[in-house]
């Protein structure tokens, strides 16, 4: 758990869990359905990043299907043509992520804030175009093969690709060394690759190896990023007694022995709401 030597408090994900797990697909190929199905099944929560000039083609989703078929899930950008980035003018560049947000969220009827880079392309000037138009996180394809939190959900690289996921790393996540951090396993890739490969049975493995664990907070991407975004906005007092959450996210942390929740806009005092407890 991340610690805090100032407020000695230990930040954790809601309800008090100390593990997150996310999904991240690309390109909305036909067995997203499929996919879909089984995250459903083992109650899992995913973020499908999708190009919404594709949709309709021959072995893709329909444009009409997206709101229905990812109810329970996140819908994210990837462009509207699934473009090599560096290729690109910058008013290319616009028109790629502006329409696929606007398509997308007509679709879904829902605010569309994340992105995964095309061939896991990106440059500075991408990510500064993609914040300036409402992108707020995106997944690179870099795997880092922990389980820490991203520094820079701008540069969000992802713990591993599906293939790479083993019944080690998961013994490793569910069981962790005493000096673990907050740990969160984000797998990805893509649907058509358990067709192509013949391995839907690893996926389902992996869902079952999983699920249904009270430890774990299973989470799109976005509700990943919002909730960290406001775990790390706490404002503490100069002697650490003190948390404000300026959030509209509630926030949970343990002090000491106490498991508490900082509400959402509330503030905390430590020495005196821990002796009441």
Not at 213 to 231: C, G, K, L, P
Request: proline share 4%.
């Amino acid at each position: 758990m991340m610690k805090n030597n100032a407020a000695e408090i230990s930040f954790l994900f809601p309800e008090g869990k100390d593990k997150a797990l996310t999904f991240s697909y690309d390109d909305a190929q036909v067995y997203d359905r499929r996919l879909v199905d089984i995250f459903n099944r083992y109650g899992m929560k995913a973020t499908f990043h999708l190009n919404s000039g594709i949709l309709d083609e021959e072995g893709f989703i329909t444009g009409q299907e997206v709101k229905e078929l990812y109810a329970n899930h996140e819908v994210a950008c990837h462009a509207v043509t699934h473009p090599f980035f560096n290729e690109l003018s910058s008013g290319q560049t616009v028109r790629e992520i502006l329409n696929d947000r606007c398509t997308l969220e007509n679709y879904t009827g829902r605010i569309v804030r994340g992105f995964s880079y095309p061939f896991g392309e990106y440059n500075d000037r991408l990510v500064r175009i993609a914040k300036d138009l409402g992108i707020v996180y995106a997944r690179t394809v870099e795997d880092k093969m922990n389980f820490n939190l991203p520094a820079d959900f701008m540069y969000w690289h992802p713990t591993c690709h599906h293939n790479r996921v083993t019944d080690e790393m998961i013994e490793d996540f569910t069981n962790p060394p005493g000096y673990r951090n907050l740990a969160l396993f984000y797998i990805w890739g893509h649907s058509f690759e358990f067709e192509r490969e013949n391995n839907w049975k690893h996926i389902c493995h992996i869902c079952e190896a999983l699920q249904g664990r009270d430890d774990v907070w299973y989470a799109t991407n976005m509700e990943i990023f919002e909730y960290v975004t406001a775990m790390r906005s706490v404002v503490m007092s100069a002697d650490g007694r003190i948390l404000y959450n300026p959030t509209a996210e509630p926030v949970w942390f343990m002090s000491g022995d106490n498991k508490m929740c900082l509400p959402a806009g509330g503030s905390i005092n430590l020495h005196r709401d821990c002796e009441t407890r």
